[in-house]
């Protein structure tokens, strides 16, 4: 390093106010005896740490950083450098994402490393460069080199040997123990096959393994029992969990740099016949937030959409069973409406994905805040706009509706069936007919269905029955399977939403107690389209098959 960076990091240091002037001139006397990089001498003399050296350089050169002790590196990732070159240039491969490869280095100007590295590559792959220690990327490549990394060759390990249990707490040689790499791969795997969940079920004689894509479970393998204990002692560890107690649930939460991105997992642990079940919720922030057009809505209900979250105080709700999408939904309200003009404050349980410049909090019953007092909390807070995770019972619901008669716009969700039947359920709730008159601006009704893999989707003539549904002869598809989806004949999801907006006459209806097939009947007459209309819809245009529909979406009471 030239004097004159040596002089500008340090100086960059003191203005951060990480060293003084002594300390950098210490360093500087040290470097005239012993020639060396001026931030690798400042961590030996024990002034400051690699990881602040790392986030000041970030903040001045604009250059992503990494914390390689969060990250699980790709095996296709450290097959495209060979240890010998990682080692010289101090480079690690990290993860590879269609052509981009994410690479950890310690000196983003090292043009000759990075020559060498691109050489290496040719024009296949682009580089995507994160900063991360010297001594970091080193250790990790002693970890990563030399160890079998994929979940078939992990499990050859394995078989022949006994397990050592003491190196699977956090430690510095624990990537030499096959079930930390295996945990790893399990969890790499299902990151990049885009599930929600990962199950690890015990059974009497064999571990079954399950994730849950497109709202489906699906099977990833079988192991022995024998596999599962060392396993789930891992899990605990990584989640914060107490390794000695499996006879009551547990919940805990890691992170982890997986695919080139963070990715938050939230742990439940639950005791069963043959021992104890974990689930992990795998939650994407790269995929949680969705641009509110790409929620797949049609011009018309989008313009809806957009009508009622400009109206500036009541209440809306989201409605539908657990995983229909009712937080993705929202998410993606919060961030079209998100300016530093409007002070946005959500409360739920626990907060899923991280949102700039939006204060949320989680419901604590350790500290007795619950959705009731949290949202009393809140209104002493100036908010705008108050997201509520999930209206559960009555203390909530009253919170919620005087948030919304106070000049506040909230949103929360709902568990009922359809859009319309949140009123009944509110009114159940003890909310009074006269209060939810005037104070709801609508209502969403939501469903998650799969959509069909462009590829192998296949052309077939409806028969009677499914005519009858339709309400038209017309051509629809079906799914095969093929490579490109894995052989399920489905890529991806769509959301199917039921949007009612409140005008005058429902806020009269509600106040003199109107009955559920009254409120349907308005809905009709306003030509509100339902659930079923919307499915209907998607099938017709080959978005989706008939059979998908039916699994998400009551077709029992429709008609031609």
């Not at 280095?105 to 990075?114: G, K, R, T, V, Y």
């Not at 596999?227 to 605990?236: E, G, I, N, T």
């Not at 009704?445 to 296949?458: T, V």
Request: glycine share 6%; with cysteine.
């Amino acid at each position: 390093m030239s004097l004159q960076r040596t002089k500008l990091l340090g100086q960059m240091l003191i203005e951060k106010g990480v060293i003084s002037e002594d300390q950098l001139r210490i360093a500087l006397l040290e470097q005239a005896k012993h020639p060396m990089r001026i931030g690798k001498l400042m961590v030996g003399l024990g002034f400051l740490t690699e990881g602040t050296i790392r986030d000041v350089l970030s903040e001045s050169m604009g250059q992503e950083t990494v914390d390689l002790s969060r990250v699980v590196v790709d095996a296709a990732a450290i097959r495209l450098i060979p240890q010998e070159i990682a080692r010289r240039h101090q480079v690690l491969p990290l993860s590879l994402d269609r052509r981009t490869l994410s690479v950890a280095i310690s000196n983003p100007e090292n043009i000759i490393a990075l020559d060498q590295v691109k050489a290496l590559l040719g024009d296949e792959y682009e580089l995507h460069l994160l900063l991360a220690g010297e001594s970091e990327i080193m250790r990790a490549i002693d970890q990563y080199y030399g160890f079998e990394l994929s979940i078939e060759g992990i499990l050859q390990e394995i078989e022949p040997g006994e397990i050592e249990y003491p190196t699977l707490q956090l430690g510095v040689t624990e990537f030499s123990q096959p079930v930390v790499r295996l945990i790893d791969a399990l969890l790499s795997d299902a990151v990049q096959r885009s599930a929600s969940d990962l199950h690890f079920e015990p059974e009497h004689s064999f571990l079954r393994i399950r994730c849950r894509i497109d709202g489906v479970l699906r099977q990833l393998r079988s192991l022995h029992r024998s596999y599962w204990s060392p396993m789930a002692v891992r899990l605990k560890v990584m989640s914060g969990m107490n390794i000695a107690e499996n006879r009551a649930p547990q919940d805990g939460h890691f992170s982890l740099r997986l695919s080139g991105r963070q990715i938050d997992f939230r742990v439940s642990a639950e005791p069963t016949t043959h021992g104890e079940n974990i689930v992990l919720r795998i939650l994407d922030r790269q995929k949680g937030i969705v641009p509110l057009e790409e929620l797949g809505l049609e011009n018309e209900e989008l313009d809806l959409l957009r009508m009622m979250i400009e109206k500036p105080e009541g209440i809306i709700l989201v409605t539908g069973p657990t995983g229909s999408g009712k937080t993705t939904t929202l998410y993606s309200i919060l961030s079209k409406i998100n300016t530093e003009a409007v002070n946005i404050m959500t409360l739920e349980d626990p907060v899923e994905y991280p949102m700039p410049m939006i204060r949320q909090a989680s419901v604590n019953e350790m500290v007795k805040l619950d959705f009731a007092s949290g949202i009393r909390s809140m209104l002493r807070q100036d908010p705008d706009v108050i997201l509520v995770g999930e209206i559960r019972d009555q203390p909530t619901a009253v919170m919620a509706f005087r948030a919304a008669m106070t000049g506040h716009q909230v949103y929360t969700t709902l568990h009922t069936n359809s859009a319309i039947g949140a009123i009944p359920r509110l009114i159940d709730l003890g909310i009074h007919p006269e209060i939810l008159a005037g104070n709801i601006i609508g209502m969403i009704a939501q469903r998650l269905a799969r959509r069909l893999c462009r590829h192998c989707r296949k052309p077939v003539d409806p028969g009677a029955e499914e005519e009858r549904l339709l309400g038209e002869k017309v051509m629809i598809y079906q799914a095969t399977g093929c490579e490109a989806c894995d052989f399920q004949g489905y890529s991806g999801r769509f959301a199917i939403m039921e949007i009612v907006r409140l005008d005058e006459d429902f806020d009269d209806l509600i106040a003199r107690r109107g009955t559920l097939r009254e409120l349907r009947n308005l809905a009709r007459e306003k030509q509100y389209r339902t659930l079923s209309q919307h499915a209907i819809r998607a099938v017709r245009s080959g978005m989706t098959s008939l059979d998908e529909i039916t699994r998400v979406v009551d077709l029992t009471g429709r008609s031609a």
